[in-house]
């Protein structure tokens, strides 16, 4: 080989990209403590202001005898409770539409997902109190209803944007449907899938406000007694109680996907 043949090789050699590296999952003490110590100095802070505030008779009785943690409790059930159905509902409805016998019905069962979240919420809850009466039950149906979509579309997206080359070779060496579904598909679209669910249960915190529209109780309640009566104090608190639980319930999600994400699929942040 002659020396100019050797001179042309070493910028390719060196131009050459490095091997791939596996990324690793890297969870700092920033990453976990940031927002809840954010959240605690701001509930802290809201607590310190009432400790001070001249609060009236009016803002005493909306706040005495155990209604905001009464309130707040309420608020927590009806986020969790629904959850629970939508994921129950959401999930292996998506795992059935994207088999092959169940995909023509794909479209239409989105359409419904689309119409459950486009109508607006209090009209949904006002239409489901109107036929089911006021109380928990009709707002648990028109949270399930108004949050049932991220988790559907994310489930489908997640299972139909598997590499096909990587199903075909499960199913090479034995592997019945059954079996590539849980040991391959679902492991695959884990990410989307909880990031339905983590894009779901923000929207139930805020879905569930609305709930005292319908006798529903939760946050709302002080918040509707805030605007309704004028007392700013009121209004302040089921505010930041309902942002503080939105974005504490974020945060966990956020948690959960890190964690129950596949080593496989891990990706360096």
């Known amino acids: 080989m002659s020396i100019p043949e050797l001179e042309e090789d070493e910028p390719a050699q060196q131009e050459a990209p490095p091997p791939p590296v596996t990324a ?4 700092t003490w920033q990453k976990l403590t940031f927002l809840p110590a954010v959240l605690v100095a701001v509930l802290l802070a809201t607590w310190l202001w009432f400790q001070q505030a001249d609060l009236d008779s009016i ?15 309420q608020h927590v059930k009806l986020t969790v409770i629904s959850t629970f159905f939508v994921l129950i ?12 016998m169940f995909r023509p019905a794909t479209p239409v069962a ?17 239409l489901l109190v109107i036929w089911l009466g006021t109380g928990m039950k009709a707002a648990l149906i028109g949270i399930i209803i108004y949050a049932v979509l991220p988790v559907l579309a994310n489930t489908v997206a997640g299972l139909k944007a598997n590499d096909p080359t990587l199903l075909e070779a499960a199913r090479g060496i ?18 989307l899938i909880l990031a339905g669910v983590r894009t779901a249960l923000v929207l ?8 005292t529209f319908g006798g529903g109780g939760g946050l709302g309640v002080l918040i ?11 209004l302040m608190l089921g505010s930041i109680l309902t942002v503080a639980l939105a ?19 891990e990706v360096g942040t």
């Not at 034995?174 to 695959?188: D, F, K, Q």
Request: glycine residues 8%; aromatic residues 4%.
């Open 89 to 100: 509902i959401a999930i292996p409805l998506g795992i059935l539409l994207t088999r092959r």
């Open 247 to 265: 974005l504490l319930v974020d945060w966990l999600a956020s948690l959960a996907e890190l964690f129950l994400r596949p080593r496989g699929l």
């Open 174 to 191: 034995g592997m019945s449907p059954s079996g590539v579904l849980a040991r391959v598909e679902l492991p695959l679209a884990v990410p």
């Open 224 to 234: 509707t007694t805030g605007i309704t009566n004028q007392r700013m104090p009121v």
């Open 24 to 27: 690793r999952r890297r969870v």
């Open 110 to 126: 989105m359409a419904f997902a689309n119409m459950g979240q486009a109508t607006p919420a209090i009209g949904l809850l006002a």
């Open 59 to 73: 803002s005493e009785n909306a706040l005495s005898n155990g209604q905001v943690s009464k309130a707040l409790w």
């Open 204 to 211: 139930n915190v805020g879905t569930a406000t609305l709930a």
